[in-house]
């Protein structure tokens, strides 16, 4: 039989590195871009083989290692910076990367974070900000805006009890062992496209061996928002963005 | 011939750590034991290893996970306190079956308790699963500088073995008093290669390893203590320690572990002088538990009298293995020479208990 197709070229598909796996996240979630994103950068550098992942709890935990094809970890609550460090420090060849989410790095683990940055451990962290806590249903994050109502601020988050949004790429801009940090969203394809520069930066900064660098992802959470998904789009872009503006924060080539 | 030191317990730790081939070493300041992290920030950097000190316990224990994960040998060492912080870290290795090893050399508690005060005071915490969620850990209690150094290596050699956690404590006395020891290597079985470590894939032909929690796994949480639950049986089969020490025709069976059992020893001398037919056993392994020796001992024996400087608590593991309707007895840290930092039970007290026993 005649073959009437014409000749197809293949311009684009799923990564290499993405697995078989399903994704695990809500519909309008952003995670599954990111790990798309964080799957392409790892394959364009060529570090597949030498990447190490570590996951911190929140809904990352099992979502990015059972869908990215490189070594992983889930890590316990906030902890992943130090197990990171021990990992790197055992195997410097390896690139090491931590994925936390808001409450992971923000809350229970920003000491241990705080103290990574201080050390100037060779490390990139993705953090990944919605302003929730989406695996335990919609409590307060650290990053939850002031006014908006989560499951443990019903009435909006009050400055007078819970105190304010926390920036993590500005705090780090403000640490001398860190050599990037920058805030980014996938929210649009102008945005992931930016997005993607920031992380190959900082995936590269560890390549050249200069401390810590970090990416943060405004990211939407529909149901910890109660939110459908293209709403989320414009509270990112309307709410989400005053609090945290996007661009870099810190990117120096070497350490002072 | 091997070189023969005069080091402290403390010293030993490090020396037997670095013997069995441990070349990180992740660690915070906490008295008594802080001589360990300083040895090895000292002489790991010597033989191209790795010296951390964390921001806290809870650090410690966590660069130690990502240390066993990333396949080597790895350990800590802390006193109570900062082994409270390390439960939840331990409850981790566990589930996630890494091994490490984790030195607590205790000082008396609770709280802050201490530091410069002994104690055998965390028997409950290191036997019965520190942290949440119902796992065991081996755990070694030597009571000499020659039994740490020789223990330490063979602490990692079990973490290996059998994928666990193990724990080997020591306290105040131990960690700093000095003893001559021998520098010797201990042998051991060969172990298989450790293809689960984190490495970057291309390490591995291209397969990645990922460790995700066990709820994660086929058969989740429920198939994992079905697994442990064959480990544990297969590790009390085959790893009791113990030590007796005249107990074959003793009337009186004393039970002590660690420095309670140097000073129970010289206790058993005095009283087979006066004439007072005592012995000694003495677990080495705190789990698996030296039950049915114990069991085997007591039913000869008309008494059994439990010496721990504590309140109370290796005596629920010892009245647990009994059969019969032998009195246990116990001499507690009420029995110390004074209250004080310096308070010691003395062999003389507890002859003096004996004989309150025997009715004299
Ligand atoms: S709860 Fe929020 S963060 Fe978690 S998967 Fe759903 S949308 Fe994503």
């Keep these: 039989m005649e073959n009437n197709v014409p000749d197809l070229k293949k311009i684009t598909g799923r990564p290499k590195l993405r697995t078989d796996f399903p994704g695990m996240y809500c519909p309008g979630c952003h995670y599954g871009i990111i790990a798309r994103l964080l799957c392409e950068v790892i394959e ?21 290692p059972l869908t990215i094809d490189v070594d992983w970890t889930s890590c ?13 420090r055992i195997h410097p060849d390896a690139t090491v990367f931590t994925v936390q989410g808001d409450g992971d790095l923000g809350a229970i683990g920003l000491g241990c974070f705080m103290n990574a940055l201080g050390r100037g451990e060779n490390l990139t962290t993705v953090f990944l ?37 926390l920036h993590i790429p500005e705090l780090a801009a403000t640490m001398k062992g860190v050599s990037y940090s ?6 649009t394809p102008a945005n992931f496209q930016k997005a993607r520069k920031a992380l190959k930066i900082a995936f590269q900064k560890q390549l050249n061996g200069i401390g810590y660098s970090l990416v943060e992802f405004v990211s939407a959470c529909p149901p910890g928002w109660g939110l459908n998904p293209l709403d989320c789009l414009d509270f990112i872009s309307e709410k989400m963005l005053k609090e945290y503006p996007l661009g870099e924060f810190k990117n120096v080539d070497s350490l002072d | 011939m091997s070189d023969r030191i005069f080091v402290s317990g403390n010293n030993a730790v490090a020396r037997g750590a670095i013997q069995a081939g441990c070349k990180y070493f992740f660690g915070y300041p906490i008295t008594p034991q802080s001589e360990i992290p300083e040895y090895m920030s000292r002489e790991l950097p010597k033989i191209g290893g790795v010296f951390v000190q964390s921001e806290s316990e809870s650090g410690s224990i966590y660069m130690v996970y990502g240390g066993g994960l990333a396949g080597e040998r790895i350990m800590t060492s802390t006193s109570s306190p900062g082994f409270s912080l390390m439960a939840e870290g331990i409850s981790y290795l566990a589930e996630t079956e890494i091994p490490a090893v984790i030195v607590n050399v205790m000082r008396m508690g609770p709280g802050i308790g201490t530091g410069g005060q002994g104690g055998q005071t965390d028997y409950l915490q290191v036997t019965k699963g520190c942290g949440h969620g119902g796992y065991r850990a081996i755990v070694l209690a ?22 666990t956690p193990v724990l080997l404590v020591t306290d105040f006395i131990l960690g700093q008093m000095d003893e001559p020891i021998e520098l010797r290597t201990l042998e051991f079985e060969p172990l298989p290669k450790k293809d689960w470590a984190l490495t970057g894939k291309e390490k591995r032909g291209g397969n990645r390893a990922a460790h995700i929690a ?24 085959a790893e009791v320690r113990y030590e007796t020490y005249m107990a074959e025709d003793c009337d009186l069976l004393i039970v002590a572990y660690g420095s309670s059992a140097r000073i129970a020893r010289g206790a058993v001398d005095m009283g087979r002088n006066k004439g007072l037919k005592l012995g000694l056993l003495r677990p080495i392994t705190l789990w698996p538990f030296p039950a049915e020796q114990i069991s085997q001992l007591s039913s000869k024996v008309q008494k059994v009298l439990v010496v721990e400087d504590s309140q109370g608590q290796l005596i629920e ?8 309707s032998v009195p246990v007895h116990l001499l507690g840290m009420w029995a110390r020479h004074n209250t004080g930092g310096g308070g010691i039970i003395h062999p003389e007290r507890i002859i003096e208990e004996v004989e309150k026993i025997n009715g004299k």
Excluded: W
């Excluded at chain 1, 992943?80 to 021990?86: E, I």
């Excluded at chain 1, 249903?137 to 949004?165: V, W």
């Excluded at chain 1, 920058?182 to 929210?187: G, I, K, L, M, Y």
């Excluded at chain 2, 058969?219 to 009390?236: A, C, S, T």
């Design chain 2, 214 to 237: 066990a709820f994660f796994t086929y058969g989740g949480v429920v198939n994992y203590h079905m697994k442990q639950i064959e480990k544990y049986k297969e590790i009390k089969k």
């Design chain 2, 142 to 163: 030597p009571a000499s500088c020659q039994e740490i150094f020789d223990l330490m290596q063979v602490a990692f050699f079990l973490a290996d073995k059998y994928r």
């Design chain 1, 44 to 64: 364009e550098l060529g570090i597949e083989g030498k990447a190490i992942g570590l996951a911190g709890v929140g809904c990352s935990f099992g979502g990015m």
């Design chain 1, 76 to 88: 316990p609550h906030g902890r992943a910076p130090a197990m990171a460090t021990a990992i790197k």
């Design chain 2, 317 to 324: 593991d010892v009245e647990a293995s009994i059969k019969t």
């Design chain 1, 182 to 187: 920058a805030r980014c969203t996938v929210h």
């Design chain 1, 129 to 165: 900000n919605n302003a929730v806590y989406g695996t335990t249903g919609g409590q307060m994050a650290p990053t939850t805006l002031l006014g908006m109502k989560t499951t443990t601020t019903p009435l909006g988050r009050e400055l007078k009890t819970s105190g304010y949004p």
